[in-house]
């Protein structure tokens, strides 16, 4: 039976008490600064329980007793019992909060001190009597007699992920760093089946409504190392792998659904070229250089990925606002061995939203890890990130009517000729407790597939198949990277597969072949009706045709997407497109590249191209790049509204946004409290950023605890900003150049701010505009009188909503 789990709404609340403070809580969902105190009175909220906890396990022990024991002759050799405290709970001691979070492949909390890893050899055993041959993903081998081949007496395929890991795994019997997706993130959490998909696949996951898998999801950059940022323009990894009980399933995407170039020859010579530059090592992280812009200029079948990492698609707000997709068509298979291709889209709830590029270089230096905490603190804070998993379904018959060719890494389907249709959600809600173990380790690979889903013969992906096994070997040091935990199946394993470096499964008796008898035959073949099976059905124009290596006519078209992309956008959004290829191409050091990208950009749109030339300083425009295909078809859809990332603002929720409230002594310490009480009661987390950290003395006579500084938590780190009443207040931070840096970036990069009475002062003096560029009133700015900071805040959390006001942007900026 599928389990039932609860909507993904946040942690279970518990019950508060009078003297629980907002602060506080605010302060205890934060992993990069803290209050000058903790407060001892948790209000029942678990957050505040482990801080306190933690402070007073530290406090227990304010100097190593046992460091004078470490001298002298007597000591060394009898040497003193460590000095141990005794924490108030194991809430201190753990990774995660989210550990109470539990499934199939998690399991639950773990025990007190206990290391499973020694525990008796149980646990490792295997004995396959009885059970049917699978691959190390535990999905059933239908054929362990044959290799896929193109016709009965045709070549073996590249795609025999079956035949490709057997013989693998044997060739590696006798045992790095990711070169690309080094730096990620990874968490996990379950997909939830809205409704049965059995007329299109039975694949596991899809068969029942309300049917929970477990998964775990690593986000990553594509270009820079283990050491670089997070909020570099770059592709963006969002790698799923589906634990279902037929076996693992690794959907393998990113957050942009096309692809630099058509076919996996070509991706050595594409990260050749993005990654630093070989005779001096830079830049790190980035394509703003000569490599990249001479390879991907030479390649015209790039521009239409160009225009989507120029866009805002490459530098998003957190992974929690970042859309999803599998690139690749793929097919759904049913039990009548029926076959449609599908392409798979995860569409955030909280919406899509990005940073700006000033904004993203400013946090780059202050938080490099800042996604990466932005994940981990949501999922502490029960602000669950949760995706909706959609797919286009399309036949065979569909696809050879399109206007390109849906094998095109290179191309979308646009919605409006096959529309989205969601079919289930998923939520991440537990933390890893060890990064390396899980978020390092794990091994996705597009191999990975099981019965119900299979490939198309897209050339780019036909590489991944091969190319993504070949590194896990090289990179966790032998062929059984299947047995780390975190790789591990939840479906039972069972194969003829034996040694190699790092073993440990301990198989029973001594037969490793098949056909045998002295096992009774097993692990036997699972045969059709249970194993893995090819779906036989090709493109016709596929079948038509002997093996060749080449591309097919409609591969050619390269810029009618490019051009499709561009007109779906907003004014602002083209306008940091072409910002975006300003900068980068600033940053080539030969014209002549420049030159050649420009005219490749006058096939896409002539508009982008004349502001990028002119951003360039370039006299003209150059000759328009020749096309590779003459008289390209004409597209079904010119313009595509849901490419615009202002089509998704998402649920209209405000959970786990920061938001900065400026302290300082003599603040109006009841108008501050009533909308932080007001922003914590919509699941955001309000912040109190004082000049140094501590207790701020209110103008009633009270005290607020700053958990922030104005100088270790910037104003870019933050969604929105609250100003102070209380005119010493205002006089203190106005004399604080921190201040002006911190409203002058808010406002620059189009965030909500919250002016409480005499704090429109500091507006004035940091020259922040009254009105927006065409002389209308700035909805972003909200101006609060006195006595008015409750009504004031209903509107502060609708601006927050609405993630940024772009109205107010100007190139080059006002401020």
Request: hydrophobic share 40%; with cysteine.
């Amino acid at each position: 039976m599928p389990k039932t789990i609860p909507p993904a709404d946040g942690r279970k609340k518990t019950e508060k008490t009078a003297s629980s403070s907002s602060a506080a809580k605010a302060a205890a969902r934060n992993t990069d600064s803290g209050p000058s105190k903790v407060n001892p009175d948790s209000g029942g909220d678990t957050h505040v329980e482990k801080m306190t906890q933690t402070e007073a396990l530290v406090a227990a022990m304010p100097f190593n007793a046992t460091k004078p024991a470490e001298h002298g002759y007597a000591n060394a050799i009898s040497p003193r019992q460590g000095a141990t405290v005794e924490p108030a709970s194991r809430l201190p001691t753990g990774s995660t909060l989210s550990e109470e979070n539990s499934s199939d492949k998690t399991g639950t909390i773990a025990p007190e001190g206990v290391n499973a890893t020694i525990e008796p050899l149980d646990r490792v055993r295997v004995d396959s009597s009885g059970q049917m041959l699978t691959t190390n993903q535990g999905v059933a081998v239908a054929d362990n007699q044959n290799s896929l081949k193109f016709g009965l007496r045709g070549p073996a395929l590249l795609e025999d992920f079956v035949l490709r890991e057997k013989i693998t795994h044997f060739d590696h019997e006798r045992i790095p760093e990711r070169i690309v997706h080094a730096r990620g993130s990874g968490a996990h959490g379950y997909f939830e089946c809205y409704q049965p998909l059995t007329q299109y696949t039975k694949a596991a996951p899809f068969q029942e409504a309300g049917k929970v898998t477990p998964v775990f999801v690593r986000f990553s950059t594509v270009a820079g190392e283990r050491g670089s940022k997070d909020t570099a323009r770059d592709v963006r990894g969002f790698a799923v792998k589906f634990y279902t009980d037929e076996g693992n399933w690794d959907l393998v995407g990113n957050n942009i659904p096309v692809f630099f170039i058509q076919d996996a020859m070509k991706f050595p010579d594409l990260v050749h070229a993005v990654k630093p530059e070989p005779h001096h090592g830079m830049p790190q992280a980035g394509s703003a250089h000569d490599t990249f812009w001479d390879f991907v200029s030479l390649m015209p079948e790039s521009t239409h990925m160009l225009m989507w990492v120029m866009s805002d698609r490459a530098i998003p707000r957190s992974f929690a606002t970042m859309q999803g997709f599998g690139v690749h068509s793929f097919r759904f298979v049913n039990d009548a061995g029926e076959s449609v291709f599908v392409k798979f889209h995860w569409n955030p709830m909280a919406g899509t939203h990005s940073l700006v590029w000033d904004e993203a270089v400013k946090i780059s230096g202050a938080d490099p890890d800042f996604h990466r905490r932005d994940l981990w603190e949501r999922i502490e804070a029960g602000a669950y990130p949760e995706y909706e998993l959609g797919v286009q379904i399309f036949t065979e018959e569909q696809a050879e009517q399109f206007s390109f060719d849906i094998l095109d890494a290179t191309k979308i389907i646009p919605e409006e000729l096959i529309p989205v249709q969601p079919v289930g959600r998923m939520v991440l809600n537990r933390n890893p407790d060890n990064f390396f173990s899980e978020t390092e380790q794990v091994a996705f690979c597009t191999a990975h597939v099981l019965p119900g889903i299979d490939f198309s013969n897209d050339p780019l992906l036909a590489g991944r198949i091969h190319s993504y096994v070949d590194t896990q070997i090289s990179r966790l040091g032998g062929p059984n990277f299947h047995e780390i935990p975190i790789n591990s199946p939840i479906a039972p394993v069972h194969n003829n597969q034996r040694d190699g470096m790092h073993r440990q499964a301990i198989h029973r008796g001594r037969v490793s072949y098949e056909p045998n008898s002295l096992a009774g035959g097993c692990p036997f073949q699972a045969g059709a009706g249970q194993g893995f099976v090819t779906v036989p059905a090709r493109l016709q124009a596929q079948e038509e045709q002997a093996k060749v290596r080449g591309k097919p006519e409609k591969f050619a078209d390269h810029y009618t997407q490019a051009t499709l992309f561009y007109e779906s956008q907003t004014p602002a959004e083209k306008a940091h497109i072409a910002a975006a290829f300003r900068f980068e191409l600033s940053k080539v050091t030969v014209p002549a590249i420049r030159q050649r990208t420009v005219s490749m950009l006058r096939n896409a749109s002539e508009a982008l191209a004349q502001k990028v030339a002119e951003g360039l300083g370039m006299d003209a425009l150059p000759d328009a790049m020749p096309l590779a295909l003459a008289q390209p078809a004409k597209p079904e859809v010119t313009v595509s509204p849901p490419l615009s990332l202002m089509a998704r603002p998402g649920d209209g929720r405000i959970k786990a946004r920061k938001i900065a409230l400026l302290v300082a002594p003599g603040v109006m310490g009841e108008s501050m409290a009533q909308v932080q009480a007001a922003l914590l009661a919509e699941d955001a987390v309000p912040r109190l950023v004082a000049p140094h950290i501590g207790s701020v003395a209110t103008a009633e006579g009270g005290t607020l605890d700053a958990d922030a500084s104005l100088e270790n938590e910037p104003g870019f780190l933050f969604d929105a900003l609250v100003l102070p009443d209380g005119q010493a207040a205002v006089d203190a931070l106005a004399l604080d150049g921190h201040t002006m840096e911190f409203i002058k970036d808010q406002y620059r990069h189009g965030k909500t701010i919250l002016a409480l009475g005499a704090s429109s002062a500091l507006l004035e003096k940091a020259g922040i505009p009254a009105t927006l560029p065409d002389g209308k009133p700035d909805a972003g700015l909200i101006m609060a009188p006195l006595g008015s900071a409750a009504d004031a805040a209903a509107t502060f959390i609708k601006g927050i909503a609405l993630h940024r006001h772009p109205a107010r942007e100007t190139d080059p900026p006002r401020v």
